[in-house]
């Protein structure tokens, strides 16, 4: 079996696709730091799929770490690299952190893969690097714009890097996947999304405060210019989202990329607004939800969704779960892990 390297593997995205992988036929490694994942998610995983993935517990700023892991591993098929800091309010308050950790990080990866004879890699990227397009749905072509914050600035100086690695290493085979809003867990409710302390998106604060860990949501503004007032974003499930990612490698692994760099946006397509997300849950949980209206949260963008057609045609991609699919899978995993 081919084995793929995947950073960050612990994580919320990570670990989903990680049970994609091993279900797909893949071997997985995981390098991951717990800096915001437990080792505890391996046994999710082997819950899951009954495979237990080899795990080696590096932080990738560890350049000779790196180097050794990958003189140890030889054989690797692919990369998929989540691991990075994602905090959008915490890069505001510490961007020398995120730049160490998303940048430095990924040019260490890159400088071994680039010294193979061949390496296909796969960048976890987001939306965020848009900003406030200017036209919905958003497709890959929209302009990047100046980024609203130091994490979203690593994904496009990230993106900027692994392009200028491809153009010098016809050998290094790439896609950067532009996620919008992931949200879910995986039905068996045996691996899901796992904040640590407040969570600072929308969907795990609506599941902590149905659960009473949250005495209420707030909900950040609803005096844009959307039909309800509320921000408007693209939600897809990470199940979804992770087997993007292994279709993403099976097109590189399978030389169906024209060039050696591409980019796809990952979205359902569908813009919801945060009342219809929270009306999304009351239907799927039949619990209504405690939450007041408060004032805009600085940083927000008022619309994202995205176009879709890219992922579709050319990737050969497409969301399968709707918004009350993952609310409920969400729901579920909030219960599980609380014992309710
Ligand atoms: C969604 C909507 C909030 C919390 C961020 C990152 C993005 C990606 C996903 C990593 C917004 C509203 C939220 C709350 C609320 N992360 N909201 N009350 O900001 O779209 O995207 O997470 O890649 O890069 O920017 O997601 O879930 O924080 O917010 O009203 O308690 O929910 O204002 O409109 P966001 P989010």
């Given at each position: 079996?081919?084995?793929?390297?995947?950073?960050?593997?612990?994580?919320?995205?990570?670990?989903?696709?990680?049970?994609?992988?091993?279900?797909?036929?893949f071997?997985?490694?995981?390098?991951?730091?717990?800096?915001?994942?437990?080792?505890?998610?391996?046994?999710?995983?082997?819950?899951?799929?009954?495979?237990?993935?080899?795990?080696?517990r590096?932080?990738?700023?560890?350049?000779a770490?790196v180097?050794?892991?990958?003189?140890?591993h030889?054989?690797?098929?692919?990369v998929?690299?989540?691991?990075?800091?994602?905090?959008?309010?915490?890069?505001?308050?510490?961007?020398?952190?995120?730049?160490?950790?998303?940048?430095?990080?990924?040019?260490?990866?890159?400088?071994?893969?680039?010294?193979?004879?061949?390496?296909?890699?796969?960048?976890?990227?987001?939306?965020?690097?848009?900003?406030?397009?200017?036209?919905?749905?958003?497709?890959?072509?929209?302009?990047?714009?100046?980024?609203?914050?130091?994490?979203?600035?690593?994904?496009?100086?990230?993106?900027?890097?692994?392009?200028?690695?491809?153009?010098?290493h016809?050998?290094?085979?790439?896609?950067?996947?532009?996620?919008?809003?992931?949200?879910?867990?995986?039905?068996?409710?045996?691996?899901?999304?796992?904040?640590?302390?407040?969570?600072?998106?929308?969907?795990?604060?609506?599941?902590?405060?149905?659960?009473?860990?949250?005495?209420?949501?707030?909900?950040?503004?609803?005096?844009?210019?959307?039909p309800?007032?509320?921000?408007?974003?693209?939600?897809?499930?990470?199940?979804?989202l992770?087997r993007?990612?292994?279709?993403?490698?099976?097109?590189?692994?399978?030389?169906?990329?024209?060039?050696?760099?591409?980019?796809?946006?990952?979205?359902?397509?569908?813009?919801?607004?945060?009342?219809?997300?929270?009306?999304?849950?009351?239907?799927?949980?039949?619990?209504?939800?405690?939450?007041?209206?408060?004032?805009?949260?600085?940083?927000?963008?008022?619309?994202?969704?995205?176009?879709?057609?890219?992922?579709?045609t050319?990737?050969?991609?497409?969301?399968?779960?709707?918004?009350?699919?993952?609310?409920?899978?969400?729901?579920?995993?909030?219960?599980?892990?609380?014992?309710?």
């Open positions: 079996m081919l084995k793929i390297l995947v950073t960050g593997g612990l994580g919320f995205i990570g670990s989903h696709t990680v049970v994609e992988l091993q279900q797909a036929g071997d997985v490694v995981i390098i991951d730091n717990c800096s915001n994942a437990s080792e505890a998610v391996l046994d999710g995983i082997v819950a899951i799929t009954g495979i237990r993935p080899e795990f080696v590096m932080d990738l700023r560890d350049k770490g180097a050794d892991f990958f003189s140890q030889p054989d690797l098929g692919g998929i690299h989540f691991a990075a800091s994602k905090a959008v309010g915490e890069s505001v308050e510490k961007p020398l952190l995120y730049y160490e950790n998303n940048i430095t990080t990924l040019v260490y990866l890159l400088a071994q893969l680039t010294a193979l004879p061949k390496a296909h890699f796969i960048f976890s990227s987001s939306c965020t690097v848009y900003g406030q397009a200017d036209e919905m749905p958003i497709t890959e072509d929209a302009p990047v714009k100046p980024a609203e914050s130091p994490y979203g600035n690593t994904k496009q100086i990230g993106e900027e890097i692994i392009r200028d690695a491809c153009h010098v016809p050998a290094l085979q790439a896609i950067s996947l532009r996620y919008f809003n992931p949200i879910g867990a995986h039905p068996s409710a045996k691996i899901g999304e796992l904040p640590l302390g407040v969570p600072q998106n929308l969907v795990p604060f609506i599941t902590q405060t149905a659960a009473g860990i949250r005495k209420e949501l707030s909900v950040f503004g609803d005096d844009y210019p959307t309800d007032g509320t921000c408007i974003r693209d939600y897809i499930h990470v199940v979804d992770a993007a990612h292994v279709v993403a490698l099976q097109r590189l692994l399978e030389g169906k990329n024209p060039g050696n760099y591409e980019v796809f946006n990952v979205g359902t397509g569908t813009g919801s607004s945060v009342l219809e997300a929270i009306q999304s849950f009351e239907r799927v949980s039949g619990t209504p939800l405690n939450y007041k209206i408060t004032g805009r949260r600085a940083g927000d963008i008022t619309t994202a969704y995205a176009d879709t057609t890219r992922a579709n050319v990737l050969g991609w497409k969301a399968q779960s709707s918004l009350d699919d993952a609310m409920r899978t969400a729901w579920a995993w909030e219960q599980q892990i609380r014992g309710l």
